[in-house]
């Protein structure tokens, strides 16, 4: 005997002849006959097979949420009698949120994007493990990513993918991006930032943030924004370098198994040069760099890797530049003043013959 | 128009237009794919890669032109060592003072300060810095595009940054070889006056008597002494 579904019965009866017995009972609080039996904590329904599925809902936490203001039966629109006649069916957010609601549900074009990213597609082949809406923006918690305590706010999106990406999400949490994000140094990246949410597509799309050929574009929203890496202390010049560089040059006219940003940083795991741990520490370099350049010894971490040739810092590089520099003008110059002289000699020559 | 039946002088060999073919066919082409790779973010650069081919095409010709010139500096070097006729050439062409010299009073004689110019041998001044200047950076480009070339290798032997320097020697080295071939070579060949637009002596190696007498008079003078 399932004990508990009794009394959610028994429960549902008690509050449903409450309310019946005290008039106006209703309009003092639209969601208290709900409540009476959701806002109880612990109000479940027991599956078959003995799992269980909360049934309560925290009504401070909901009241609080972009929904907080309306009533239960404006989504659930099929409870209309208590005890439930039926079984409640599943909602949807499109329900109100399609184009022309008459609701004023706000519209974007994030359920088309949706549709198109992974998680849309896997939910459209029938995968069970797809996440919906709900399943980033919760049923009935959901709150502008700008609310601190939405789970699609920036510093909570990592939890929120972890739910489904746990190895991820741990190997994330020990990155520079995830040890910063958690010191609450907003500015970093989290999930969204580099895979984006409702258009996330898969690497091999050229569309993709993560497709080969944009990924230096990705990383270049934070790492090329010079008054952010600034403020935190990042080099900037490193994605410039990158695409000047023979893998920038070569993945820009389509070689895509050329170096990005993340053959060398990795990606979930990205640590600071200075971290012994990292793929990019001066003495893990030649093993970053073996994956493709076999020979590569230990003399590549002898020198900067993102060189500008411009640069000052750049040291003998920049310097041996600088002379090619001036001496190229001073061979123009040169060679213009000879041609000048020459001609000035023959016309010369020429006049008084 | 020239007139055909004036005497000509036979003045680059077959053996000195063979060598220059090379070095004209290997050079224009490793200008053509060099540059379209150094200005690849510009429409200009793009179009010369589309041009060529398309990026790896592009490499590849860069790459077998390199080994044309490479051939040819292996011809050459040949040639002067073991050949009388490249010996005596190579003899002709090293640097002397009076080269700097003959700059100078060019230069003197060009702003009206002497009333003669400067007479030259087989081969002046504008020749041999032409030469040199060629030569040096012709090296350059090899050594330093060998490096690029096996980077593979070269990436576990060099310092890295011995690996950026190559780059920046080897794109620098060639922009001031293309400067000098267009502004120097090219100028005095082919567009200074007299000669505009074209001199054919690379193909038939002749120039003519009077051209001979007026641009080379030492030369011209010591042969005419030793057929007396």
């Known amino acids: ?353 | 128009m020239k007139e055909r039946d004036e005497k000509t002088v036979l003045r680059l060999s077959i053996q000195v237009r063979v060598q220059h073919f090379l070095l004209m066919l290997s050079v224009t082409m490793l200008i053509l794919t060099g540059l379209a790779l150094m200005y690849s973010d510009s429409w200009l650069g793009k179009l010369m890669i589309f041009l060529e081919g398309g990026f790896e095409t592009r490499g590849f010709l860069h790459r077998i032109s390199a080994i044309l010139l490479f051939l040819g500096v292996i011809y050459h070097w040949l040639y002067i060592s073991l050949t009388r006729e490249g010996h005596e050439e190579f003899l002709q062409i090293l640097l002397r003072l009076q080269d700097f010299r003959d700059l100078g009073h060019a230069v003197l004689y060009d702003v009206g300060l002497r009333s003669q110019p400067p007479q030259f041998g087989r081969y002046g001044y504008r020749e041999k810095f032409q030469y040199w200047a060629m030569g040096i950076l012709i090296l350059l480009m090899l050594f330093s595009g060998i490096i690029l070339w096996y980077h593979n290798f070269f990436l576990g032997v060099l310092p890295k940054w011995a690996m950026d320097l190559t780059l920046v020697v080897h794109g620098s080295a060639g922009t001031i070889l293309f400067l000098f071939l267009v502004l120097w070579h090219f100028y005095m060949v082919h567009w200074a006056p007299g000669k505009f637009p074209f001199s054919m002596t690379f193909w038939h190696g002749k120039i003519t008597q009077e051209e001979w007498e007026r641009e080379h008079p030492l030369e011209c003078m010591q042969k005419k002494n030793e057929n007396q």
């Not at chain 1, 208290?32 to 909360?54: N, Q, S, T």
């Not at chain 1, 999400?169 to 930032?193: M, N, P, R, W």
């Not at chain 1, 940083?265 to 200075?274: M, T």
Request: glycine share 8%; with cysteine; aromatic share 8%.
């Open chain 1, 1 to 353: 005997m399932k004990i508990s579904k009794v009394w959610g019965v028994i429960f549902l009866i008690g509050g449903m002849v409450a309310v019946e017995a005290v008039p106006g009972f209703a309009q003092v609080d639209p969601l208290r006959r709900c409540l009476l039996c959701h806002g109880k904590a612990g109000f479940k329904e027991v599956l078959e097979g003995g799992k269980e599925r909360p049934l309560y809902i925290d009504v401070e936490d909901f009241r609080g949420s972009a929904h907080g203001n309306m009533v239960c039966t404006i989504c659930h629109t099929d409870v209309r009698t208590i005890p439930h006649l039926s079984r409640p069916r599943r909602i949807h957010c499109l329900q109100c949120h399609y184009e022309g609601n008459v609701v004023g549900a706000p519209v974007e074009r994030k359920p088309e994007k949706y549709k198109e990213s992974v998680h849309g597609k896997a939910l459209e082949k029938g995968d069970p493990r797809a996440p919906d809406c709900r399943d980033c923006h919760t049923s009935h918690s959901v709150r502008q990513a700008s609310d601190s305590a939405s789970t699609v706010n920036k510093r909570h999106v990592p939890e929120t993918c972890g739910r489904c990406h746990l190895s991820v999400f741990t190997a994330y949490s020990q990155s520079v991006h995830g040890t910063a994000l958690s010191k609450g140094i907003l500015e970093s990246a989290a999930c969204s930032d580099c895979h984006r949410e409702h258009d996330l597509l898969p690497k091999d799309d050229p569309r993709s943030s993560l497709y080969p050929q944009n990924v230096a574009n990705t990383c270049a929203t934070c790492h090329q924004n010079e008054t952010l890496m600034r403020k935190l202390g990042i080099p900037v010049k490193q994605v410039q370098a990158f695409k000047e560089s023979f893998h920038g040059v070569a993945i820009e006219f389509g070689f895509l198994k050329v170096a990005n940003c993340v053959s060398c940083h990795g990606y979930h795991d990205i640590l600071p040069q200075s971290d012994i741990r990292s793929s990019i520490h001066p003495t893990n370099l030649a093993k970053t760099c073996g994956k493709c350049h076999p020979r590569v010894t230990a003399m590549v971490a002898r020198g900067k890797i993102h060189v500008l040739p411009t640069e000052p810092s750049s040291g003998i590089v920049y310097w041996v530049s600088q002379f090619f520099k001036w001496f190229t003008i001073l061979v123009l110059l040169g060679l213009f003043l000879h041609i000048l002289l020459d001609l000035f000699g023959r016309f010369r020559a020429h006049r008084t013959t």
